[in-house]
């Protein structure tokens, strides 16, 4: 029962451009949403996040989105570098029942071309 | 101010065997949580422990696997008798007691039995 779908194992990008990687969840208890980077042979690495009562949310050239009525959020990259090739992961966590673990999605790699 | 720290980075071991997996939360956080991500896949929790307790184990199997937060000292993810099976990358996590604040990652564990 996967209650995080990446339906999107890879994706390329031209250096310069909008990465766009998405995210659908099934269980509506989900009320906060994150997004990580992975490199190989290391842990994941915390990018940017938003809570339920929000839509939006921007970090520099990161902004995540969140339907909640589709039930799907989604992370921009732009301008997109070389450095952003990586897994990125999206994540959701229940506060009232679950203590802020993480449900993780199976990833999207991102590989960005010069 | 060091991050979560794991160790060892890497460990083998034989068919039988016992794996002891060492997590030190970054300084100030009371809440640690135990993932593995096994090949190709995303990162599945496994157990969430506060100091002295364990809150919620539900993603622990049954048999074999043990996990303990104590007073002093590192959280402990031991793994008894390991199989084949149990070759994966276990990673750990620490956060504050606050609602809806990322967690953040060690660097991880990698078991390969043998």
Same mark, same amino acid.
């Given at each position: ?114 | ?36 991500? !096994? ?5 599945? %929790? ?18 074999? %696997?043990?996990?303990? %937060? ?6 402990? !993810? ?25 967690? %953040? ?10």
């Amino acid at each position: 029962d996967q209650q995080v779908k990446q339906n999107s194992p890879s994706l390329s990008v031209q250096e310069g451009r909008i990465s766009i990687l998405n995210c659908d969840y099934t269980n509506s208890m989900f009320d906060y949403f994150l997004w990580y980077k992975k490199y190989p042979a290391e842990g994941p690495t915390f990018l940017i996040s938003i809570s339920s009562i929000k839509d939006k949310n921007e970090d520099g050239r990161f902004t995540v989105f969140l339907n909640k009525s589709a039930k799907h959020l989604s992370l921009h990259i732009v301008p997109s570098q070389p450095g952003d090739s990586a897994v990125y992961f999206c994540a959701a966590s229940a506060e009232k029942s679950s203590g802020d673990k993480l449900t993780f999605g199976t990833g999207t790699r991102l590989a960005v071309r010069p | 101010n060091a991050g979560v720290m794991q160790n060892p980075r890497h460990l083998v071991r034989r068919r039988g065997q016992e794996a002891r997996l060492r997590c030190s939360p970054m300084k100030g956080h009371s809440h640690v949580y135990w993932y593995r991500q !096994l090949p190709e896949e995303g990162l599945k %929790f496994m157990v969430y422990l506060q100091k002295e307790n364990i809150i919620d184990e539900s993603g622990m199997p049954k048999e074999r %696997f043990s996990a303990e %937060f104590p007073k002093e000292g590192p959280s402990i !993810l031991r793994i008894q008798q390991v199989v084949r099976g149990d070759s994966a990358a276990y990673f750990c996590a620490s956060k504050t007691s606050l609602m809806n604040t990322e967690a %953040f990652f060690g660097q991880g564990t990698r078991l390969t039995v043998v």
